[in-house]
């Protein structure tokens, strides 16, 4: 009979250890830090013609890593289909995931990936109204990079990345325009004033 309520007592005891333990979360021990605001450049090709893209974005910071959102876009390039030639306008936003260690250094790495949705347009001018665009595509686009970020002041970074937009889901614009013609290397300058 001891035995029983010895063993009854444990398997209670055991139980009720259980029921008071916290799940582990992927944020638990993430502690915002702060926050920052951030414009960037990046250079590359956009259907062979080399140019830039300008964007901004925000995050909050976890200690060494940080998520936000973002957006960029250009119209540099130029496209010639069946004898017309078109401004095509290029613009993806969406989530913004970055990770830099030792971030307390001057000197430390940097480690980006924005993931979004865009859209392709062609248009016949700059200036053209995004629905008077003659071809219209919408996209997705996922572009990891990796560099060297400095650390300015206390409330501003600098970052020289390099990085590959890659873009899919093309399918829209005609058929001689496909994924791999927005999509490759590119520099990345970043800017990232704040609280870190």
């Known amino acids: 009979m001891k035995t029983i309520v010895l063993s009854l007592g444990l398997l209670l005891g055991f139980f009720a250890s259980l029921y008071g333990q916290k799940s582990e979360t992927l944020f638990e021990n993430a502690k915002v ?18 140019g830039l893209m300008v964007g901004g974005g925000g995050a909050l910071q976890f200690q060494r890593f940080f998520l936000g959102g973002y957006g960029i876009g250009t119209n540099y390039p130029e496209t010639v289909y069946n004898g017309n030639r078109y401004v095509v306008n290029f613009g993806h936003g969406g989530f913004w995931l970055g990770y830099t260690i030792p971030s307390h250094k001057l000197f430390h790495a940097y480690i980006s990936a ?14 053209d109204k995004d629905r008077d665009a003659y071809y219209s595509d919408r996209i997705f ?14 409330f501003m970074r ?39």
């Open 33 to 50: 830090v702060g926050a920052f605001g951030s414009p960037f450049l990046e250079y590359g090709k956009l259907l062979g013609e080399e």
């Open 114 to 127: 924005k993931t979004g949705w865009g859209r392709i347009r062609f248009k016949a001018d700059r200036n």
């Open 141 to 154: 686009a996922f572009t990891p990079e990796l560099g060297v970020e400095v650390n300015v002041t206390d």
């Open 158 to 196: 600098i970052a020289l990345t390099g990085g590959y937009r890659l873009v899919a889901d093309v399918d829209a614009l005609p058929a001689s325009y496909t994924n791999e013609d927005f999509s490759g290397f590119l520099g990345g300058l970043t800017f990232r004033f704040g609280s870190f």
